[in-house]
């Protein structure tokens, strides 16, 4: 990637933007297939309980907290790698100006930087206190 003529950015900003964007692509790729998976595995084992008490009528209780509480920390890292993504933007214009898109950004990284801080312990909570 070439650095644009009118970018006011040094060069070291730019290249630390791409490694940055870099980063994040990754990370949404790796989250967002997770959590994909993990969200079609739960389809099938509800469609599977769900067979299996129509059929022979069990009860059966589940519980999913731990898995809900997994699929939310997946879904904080995603969106913080949405909002660290923009940094492909940032780097394609060679500037960074305030306004929409840089407020968006910002409460992407901010959602998912308190989200990834308070999931591990509510997973903490729910899986050794409960």
């Given at each position: 990637?070439?650095?644009?003529?009118?970018?006011?950015?040094?060069?070291?900003?730019?290249?630390?933007?791409?490694?940055?964007?870099?980063?994040?692509?990754?990370?949404?790729?790796?989250?967002?297939?997770?959590?994909?998976?993990?969200?079609?595995?739960?389809?099938?084992?509800?469609?599977?309980?769900?067979?299996?008490?129509?059929?022979?009528?069990?009860?059966?209780?589940?519980?999913?907290?731990?898995?809900?509480?997994?699929?939310?920390?997946?879904?904080?890292?995603?969106?913080?790698?949405?909002?660290f993504g923009f940094?492909?933007?940032?780097?394609?214009?060679?500037?960074?100006?305030?306004?929409?898109?840089?407020d968006v950004q910002?409460?992407?990284?901010?959602?998912?930087?308190?989200?990834?801080?308070?999931?591990?312990?509510?997973?903490?909570?729910?899986?050794?206190?409960?």
């Open positions: 990637m070439v650095l644009p003529e009118s970018s006011s950015l040094p060069i070291k900003y730019h290249y630390g933007q791409i490694a940055v964007a870099s980063c994040a692509s990754v990370s949404m790729l790796a989250s967002g297939t997770t959590l994909v998976w993990i969200a079609y595995k739960c389809f099938q084992e509800y469609q599977r309980k769900a067979y299996i008490q129509r059929n022979h009528r069990d009860v059966f209780r589940s519980n999913w907290t731990t898995t809900i509480l997994i699929m939310n920390l997946l879904l904080s890292d995603l969106l913080q790698s949405i909002g940094s492909f933007y940032w780097s394609k214009t060679g500037n960074i100006y305030t306004g929409a898109l840089c910002a409460i992407l990284i901010q959602i998912g930087d308190v989200a990834s801080g308070t999931q591990p312990r509510a997973l903490y909570i729910g899986n050794n206190h409960c």
